[in-house]
């Protein structure tokens, strides 16, 4: 049921939402996703999720693509460095954190992927910008995520990140709609 929502796409409403559901739901959707791709995807997932965080009002079709899409690209770097990475112990592994922070809920993903060089991190929620190859990415997952994340649900996306060491991306959003307007972002 709740797959045949995601493919249908929501209301655009806004709902009372279990953060820690919802966040557990996109990591199982975007790990089949991968697996479903490519046989030989392999990745450890780690969950980190703050017990009891009360329900946040969110669009929950809309933040869980912002999920796929930040889950979907740690998978891509973390196996990335994998592949090509020549270090034959090295294990990749995609972090998901929970918290709540009072008036804010914060979810971190954090990989242990290929990083992203300081020149470039100002341009990630460009749209259109991609450092994957050609046909492999359209350069607005993060554009659209940073949309969602910010305009319609008053939220922040901040990224932090050591070249060849990891990647972290933090999503905080208020736990109550204030005046942002619920308009679904196309």
């Known amino acids: 049921r709740s797959m045949l929502a995601h493919s249908r796409g929501g209301s655009g409403e806004r709902q009372s939402a279990d953060l820690n559901a919802l966040v557990e739901e996109a990591l199982n959707l975007a790990y089949h996703g991968a697996r479903a791709h490519d046989q030989e995807f392999n990745i450890t997932l780690e969950r980190d999720f703050e017990p009891g965080i009360a329900p946040v009002e969110l669009v929950p079709q809309d933040m869980t693509r912002v999920f796929l899409n930040l889950f979907g690209n740690g998978f891509y770097a ?15 592994v995609l972090k998901v954190t929970t918290r709540d922070r009072g008036d804010v809920v914060e979810i971190k993903a954090r990989d242990n992927g290929t990083g992203i060089p300081p020149e470039i991190r100002d341009k990630l929620f460009q749209p259109f910008f991609t450092t994957k190859p050609t046909g492999e990415g359209t350069g607005l997952g993060l ?24 990647t972290e991306f933090t999503v905080r959003l208020p736990r109550k709609s204030h005046s942002v307007s619920a308009k679904a972002v196309a």
Not at 143 to 166: C, K, L, N
């Open 78 to 92: 973390a196996t990335k460095r994998a592949r090509d990475g020549g270090d034959a112990a090295f294990r990749p």
């Open 143 to 166: 554009s659209i995520s940073y949309d969602i994340v910010t305009q319609q649900h008053g939220g922040t996306i901040a990224v932090d990140s050591q070249p060849g060491e990891f």
